[in-house]
């Protein structure tokens, strides 16, 4: 189905976003912009998926389709399948509005309006002490005599380092506690299970 290519396409760039993360602020938000766009257009295309499963005559390179074309359109055909799903996709819809609004507002933002972009930036800075000592074995036979020494050659002297470790994390204001990592692969497996239950719910 063609809504599984947008599936496949807002997890490539959402892979593409944990390997900008924290390093390249602005190619990060090329990235999020463009996930935002394909994970929003998967429940719409998932619509002409199954208008063309319905048989509803609707040509997906030629007409418009929203909802209530999809129910006219069902209508008109008795098809009471159709129908079943069109109710279903607008639950799912609702459901996915409930919980990741701001991310399908950001979405339009992003299309019509301008760029959007994580609105806190966290910083934590670690530092690491790390400590390593000389082991020393020491073999005797039953007399007590020492027949061996084994040491270990690479930790025969104490050694202190510092590492010091940044970590930077960045977030939608309306989601203060989950990073945008988090937060858009919640949303992205949302829309993934939407997916399959459509699959197997309307054969």
């Known amino acids: 189905m063609e809504s599984e290519q947008k599936l496949m396409a807002a997890e490539y760039h959402l892979k593409r976003m944990e390997e900008l993360y924290g390093k390249n602020y602005e190619h990060f938000k090329f990235e999020l912009e463009a996930f935002l766009t394909q994970a929003r257009s998967v429940l719409d295309v998932l ?29 008109e055909r008795g098809n009471e399948q159709a129908i079943k799903f069109i109710e279903w996709w607008r639950q799912r819809r609702e459901e996915l509005k409930k919980n990741f609004r701001p991310l399908l507002e950001k979405r339009n933002i992003a299309v019509h309006r301008g760029s959007v972009g994580p609105a806190i930036h966290k910083i934590q800075r670690f530092e690491t002490i790390k400590t390593t000592e000389s082991v ?13 020494i084994s040491k270990n050659p690479n930790d025969l002297h104490k050694t202190q380092s510092d590492l010091n470790q940044t970590e930077i994390d960045w977030y939608f204001e ?28 309307f054969k």
Do not use: T, W
Not at 48 to 74: M, P, S, T, V
């Open 47 to 75: 619509l002409y998926d199954f208008a063309e499963k319905f048989q509803l005559g609707i040509d997906r390179n030629k007409e418009e389709l929203n909802d209530h074309i999809f129910e006219k359109k069902a209508r």
């Open 136 to 148: 020393i074995a020491v073999i005797e036979n039953e007399s007590g005599k020492i027949m061996r």
């Open 174 to 201: 309306e989601f203060p506690d989950k990073n945008i990592i988090s937060i858009c692969r919640e949303y992205l497996e949302k829309i993934r299970q939407i997916v399959e239950e459509a699959k197997n719910k």
